[in-house]
């Protein structure tokens, strides 16, 4: 089968990665593209993987995201037309949909955050196949026109699927000149340029100041070259100047705090305690791991207690990326 791959965001690079390598494995023709935005790009070819890039991000005005919605997928359609692809799929790329549409090729998407309105009434009425977990109930998805033939649900949370082969790397610690023996916190920034997140996070901002006068190791890892400024004007924060090993990072980090959803869920996954400071609607995956007490919300910027975790890591739940996988595909026959 010629299966066509579409990356937009760098979260996107970590959980397509598996499932790529799992397809070419069994036999599939995988050909990847990859929108330039944040570290998608980096990260792939950190990964080594060979990527056609097209076209990039045009910032996060309403405007803006509908004219690069058209460009973009304009470009992916004129890549693809006499490719022969089977399938196309990304992880809420609207541009692929859009693109396989115009190509009459079957298309699934899949995500884990539910409210992210604009981006879910493309790609779930487009797309044959809507994969999400099963923590995200149905109803909350009929109005995005993802009707119940269409959904695909899996067990558990999609970072333990990616991250089932992963085992931390302290190069990355030496890599950044940190100390194994002193306190680490991993920090990730708000997704500014998101629609679901329009609004700026003064709790974040607290945090941030708060950290600046602790005595610990606090990495930040920015989105933007923006933050990257914004973030050293308010401390001694180590701030990579290029994509690292993230996930090796969280794994030895004794907390993470994050204004995002993924690194909070790569945190659950790898038994890192974690702070949320995420302002916008939880979704139900968030909602679920609240619950549980694997995720706690940061309401104020005291909170927290920095100090170094002790007695063994948790053991840790992998799951088989193929099961994705298997669920991706259906859509060449649904």
């Given at each position: 089968m010629r299966v066509w791959v579409d990356l937009t965001n760098s979260p996107h690079v970590l959980v397509m990665r598996p499932l790529i390598e799992a397809m070419r494995a069994d036999g599939h023709e995988v050909e990847v593209t990859a929108r330039d935005f944040a570290q998608t790009l980096e990260l792939c070819g950190r990964f080594g993987m060979d990527v056609t890039a097209i076209g990039r991000h045009r910032?996060?005005?309403?405007?803006?995201?509908?004219?690069?919605?058209?460009?973009?997928?304009?470009?992916?359609?004129?890549?693809?037309?006499?490719?022969?692809?089977?399938?196309?799929?990304?992880?809420?790329?609207?541009?692929?949909?859009?693109?396989?549409?115009?190509?009459?090729i079957p298309a699934?998407?899949?995500?884990?955050?539910?409210?992210?309105?604009?981006?879910?009434?493309?790609?779930?009425?487009?797309?044959?196949?809507v994969m999400v977990p099963e923590a995200i109930p149905p109803e909350r998805l009929r109005r995005y026109g993802a009707k119940p033939s269409k959904l695909r649900r899996y067990a558990g949370l999609k970072e333990e699927y990616y991250l089932a082969d992963f085992e931390p790397d302290e190069a990355v610690?030496?890599?950044?000149?940190?100390?194994?023996?002193?306190?680490?916190?991993?920090?990730?920034?708000?997704?500014?340029?998101?629609?679901?997140?329009?609004?700026?996070?003064?709790?974040?901002r607290r945090v941030l100041e708060r950290l600046a006068g602790e005595d610990a190791q606090?990495?930040?890892?920015?989105?933007?070259?923006?933050?990257?400024?914004?973030?050293?004007?308010?401390?001694?924060?180590?701030?990579?100047?290029?994509?690292v090993d993230a996930q090796s990072l969280v794994a030895f980090a004794d907390l993470v705090i994050s204004a995002g959803g993924t690194m909070n869920r790569e945190a659950v996954a790898l038994g890192t305690p974690v702070y949320t400071t995420f302002e916008g609607r939880l979704g139900a995956v968030d909602e679920a791991l609240l619950r549980e007490r694997r995720l706690r919300r940061l309401a104020e910027a005291d909170e927290f207690r920095v100090e170094r975790r002790a007695g063994q890591a948790p053991l840790r739940t992998r799951r088989d990326p193929r099961e994705l996988v298997t669920l991706l595909l259906s859509a060449s026959h649904a």
């Open positions: 910032g996060e005005r309403l405007t803006a995201k509908a004219l690069g919605l058209v460009q973009r997928s304009g470009a992916l359609a004129r890549w693809a037309r006499g490719r022969r692809f089977d399938v196309a799929m990304g992880h809420g790329s609207n541009d692929v949909s859009v693109a396989a549409a115009l190509l009459r699934a998407t899949a995500f884990d955050y539910e409210f992210a309105a604009q981006q879910h009434h493309v790609n779930c009425r487009l797309c044959r196949v610690l030496g890599e950044l000149g940190l100390e194994r023996s002193r306190p680490l916190v991993v920090v990730r920034t708000p997704p500014e340029v998101s629609l679901y997140h329009r609004f700026e996070n003064p709790l974040f606090t990495v930040v890892l920015p989105r933007t070259p923006e933050q990257r400024e914004e973030v050293r004007r308010l401390g001694p924060f180590t701030v990579p100047e290029h994509a």
